[in-house]
């Protein structure tokens, strides 16, 4: 069974750095699909933030997180993370990473609910 598993979140300043780290254990990186990180603050829609390709090295970026965040995976470690640097108060919101076993990075990213496996999200919190 896949499972996934966020870390990294916290408490940081406005300007700082966290690296959240998902754990997707069982997923075929090799395969067509995609893994990728999601952002909701409640009674907002959900956002796709950055994804990337299981096998090959595409990614996307969400036009506000363009420059200042970074995603990478680690297939021998089963890892997908996100470099998120410069980070402001209006970032702050419960991440989720998730993983599709078909989806491309295009259609991973942009598309916001239904993907095969989630995490149950992390809280990132940025003070002013």
């Known amino acids: 069974e896949v499972q996934l598993v966020e870390s990294g979140g916290g408490l940081v300043q406005a300007g700082g750095s966290l690296r959240l780290s998902c754990k997707v254990s069982g997923f075929p990186f090799y395969g067509e699909g995609s893994i990728g990180w999601f952002r909701q603050v409640p009674g907002k829609e959900r956002e796709g933030i950055s994804c990337i390709s299981g096998r090959m090295s595409s990614t996307y970026y969400t036009g506000s997180v363009k420059g200042r965040f970074t995603i990478s995976k680690d297939t021998a470690k089963e890892t997908v993370y996100l470099q998120m640097d410069n980070l402001k108060p209006e970032d702050s919101a419960v991440y989720y990473c998730?993983?599709?076993?078909?989806?491309?990075?295009?259609?991973?990213?942009?598309?916001?609910?239904?993907?095969?496996?989630w995490g149950k999200g992390i809280q990132v919190t940025v003070s002013s």
């Open positions: 998730a993983a599709d076993r078909l989806l491309i990075v295009k259609s991973m990213c942009r598309t916001l609910y239904g993907h095969d496996y």
